[in-house]
């Protein structure tokens, strides 16, 4: 069974240009979270998609939004790209219950340039 | 809020020895506590996971976590450390406030030859 894939692997942008970065979820899972790793600071989180729905979004600005579509898989789009976005954007996908873990994608390493 | 403290950047263990990565969390009601590993440029691996039952949780990889609700921790631990244990380690926790998994800010593990 495929895992949780994300592209592009790789994502170099100039600031204030968009970046639009995909996430397909594992099978049967209809909960999507997406998360920012800047270097030395942990997983922040940013956005979490379930149904369809954005059900929550963490402390980042309005340009940072996304998606979900009816096959689940999910579109995080940064707006107005600026050189402190360069990050490892993480996806992850679950069954939406408090007590069952997420599924990792690889990631999306985003440069600002 | 929920939150999770990994209060150490790094820990240097000699291949051979027994390790632990220390993770004390706070949340509202009954936590549910997992633990990750991240080998660079990759996206987070599930390790193992405390939902009830027996305090002490095995996980992959022979690693182990023993969940003590009074000290509020769930440490991560292994008998003897290999060199291919050398990885991120991220310890997570979701609650009845909560389903997004909030992630503590990583430890360095390094396991040396």
């Known amino acids: 069974e495929a895992g949780v894939t994300q592209s592009p692997t790789h994502l170099i942008k100039t600031r204030g240009q968009q970046a639009t970065l995909r996430c397909s979820p594992i099978?049967?899972?209809?909960?999507v979270y997406w998360y920012q790793q800047a270097l030395g600071l942990g997983l922040q989180f940013l956005l979490w998609?379930?149904?369809?729905?954005?059900?929550n979004r963490g402390n980042f600005p309005p340009r940072f939004s996304g998606r979900q579509f009816p096959n689940y898989s999910s579109e995080l789009n940064v707006n107005a790209l600026e050189l402190e976005d360069s990050a490892l954007y993480l996806c992850?996908?679950?069954?939406?219950?408090?007590?069952?873990?997420?599924?990792f994608g690889q990631g999306t390493r985003l440069t600002v340039v | 809020a929920q939150s999770v403290a990994q209060p150490e950047d790094q820990v240097n263990v000699a291949e051979g020895n027994p390790l632990t990565v220390k993770c004390t969390y706070s949340?509202?009601?009954?936590?549910?506590l997992f633990w990750y590993v991240q080998y660079p440029n990759r996206g987070l691996q599930f390790l193992l996971k405390?939902?009830?039952?027996?305090?002490l949780v095995k996980g992959s990889y022979g690693f182990e976590a023993e969940f003590n609700k009074s000290q509020t921790s769930f440490h991560l631990k292994k008998p003897s450390a290999l060199v291919s244990d050398s990885a991120l380690y991220f310890c997570?926790?979701?609650?009845?406030?909560?389903?997004?998994?909030?992630f503590g800010r990583g430890t360095s593990l390094i396991v040396h030859p």
């Open positions: 992850a996908s679950s069954l939406a219950h408090r007590d069952t873990e997420a599924f």
């Open positions: 099978s049967g899972h209809t909960s």
């Open positions: 998609y379930d149904e369809g729905e954005e059900r």
């Open positions: 949340v509202s009601g009954n936590p549910y």
């Open positions: 405390y939902i009830t039952g027996d305090n």
């Open positions: 997570a926790v979701s609650g009845r406030g909560s389903y997004i998994p909030t």
